[in-house]
C-alpha cells in the first residue's frame, strides 16, 4: 500500500539536543512538506521541497533544517535553537502543488 | 480578515442526525477545496475534495462549495459515533495551501 511513513511516532528532547524527524513516502510524489499542528493553532508549515535537492522556508521555519537528497525521503531535524518544540509534527506530499495533501500519522515531540 | 476561518466548535450532535460543517474564506483565487478528518493522535485524513464550485457526494459525505459567498461545506448524514473527530478545510492556489483550524465535532449515542 502507497503512504506516508513517519518515525518515531514519540520523540524526546534533552536540552541542547538535535533531534531528526524521518518522513519516507512511497507514493512517487514530488513535493513534501513539514507542519507543525499545536492545540489551537492549526498547521504551520515550516519547510517545503518541491523537487530533490531543493527545498523553502514556510511560515515558521527558525530552529528547524530539512535536507531532500532523496524523492522518498524528507528529514526535519530539530535544532536546540527552537525553544518550544514540543508539538505534534505531520509530513505531507503530492504529486503537483497545489492539489490535495496526503499526511503521514506524525511524530508527538517533548522536551524531558 | 484571516485567508480561511472555520468555527472550532466543540459540535455535539445525536447519533443519526445531519451534521453541517462549514468554512468561510477570503481570497477568491482558490481553486481546490478539501475536507479531512483528523482522529486524536493521527495524521489528517483526506475525505473529499472539489476543483472550482459544486457539489460532490461520497456515501454518507457531501461537499459544496459556493464561490461567490466564498463558503464551502461539508454534509455528514446518519451520523455515527465514529465520525467524532476533527474535520479541517482547506484551499489551494498556485503554490500556497491554507489550513482552517478545524472543527472538533462529537456524536452522541
Known amino acids: 500500500d502507497g503512504g506516508i511513513t513517519q518515525s518515531p511516532k514519540y520523540l524526546f528532547r534533552k536540552e541542547g539536543q538535535n533531534v531528526t524527524l524521518s518522513c519516507e513516502q512511497n507514493l512517487n510524489h514530488d513535493a513534501m512538506y513539514w507542519y507543525r499542528q499545536d492545540p489551537g493553532q492549526g498547521l504551520r508549515l515550516i519547510y517545503y521541497s518541491q523537487i530533490v535537492n531543493d527545498f523553502q522556508k514556510g511560515d515558521i521555519a527558525e530552529g528547524y533544517s530539512v535536507s531532500r537528497e532523496k524523492k522518498e525521503s524528507f528529514p526535519l531535524t530539530v535544532t536546540s535553537a527552537q525553544k518550544n518544540p514540543t508539538a505534534f509534527y505531520l509530513c505531507?506530499?503530492?504529486?503537483?502543488?497545489?492539489?490535495?495533501?496526503?499526511f503521514g500519522d506524525g511524530t508527538r515531540l517533548s522536551i524531558l | 480578515q484571516k485567508e480561511v476561518e472555520q468555527d472550532p466548535g466543540p459540535l455535539s450532535v445525536p447519533e443519526g442526525a445531519i451534521v453541517s460543517l462549514n468554512c468561510t474564506y477570503s481570497n477568491s483565487a482558490f481553486q481546490y477545496f478539501m475536507w479531512y478528518r483528523q482522529y486524536s493522535r493521527k495524521g489528517p485524513e483526506l475525505l473529499m475534495y472539489t476543483y472550482s464550485s459544486g457539489n460532490k457526494e461520497d456515501g454518507r459525505f457531501t461537499a459544496q462549495v459556493d464561490k461567490s459567498s466564498k463558503y464551502i461545506s461539508l454534509f455528514i448524514r446518519d451520523s455515527q459515533p465514529s465520525d467524532s473527530a476533527t474535520y479541517l478545510c482547506?484551499?489551494?492556489?498556485?503554490?500556497?495551501?491554507?489550513f482552517g483550524k478545524g472543527t472538533r465535532l462529537h456524536i452522541l449515542p
Open positions: 505531507a506530499s503530492t504529486g503537483i502543488l497545489n492539489q490535495p495533501q496526503h
Open positions: 482547506a484551499m489551494s492556489a498556485d503554490d500556497k495551501i491554507i
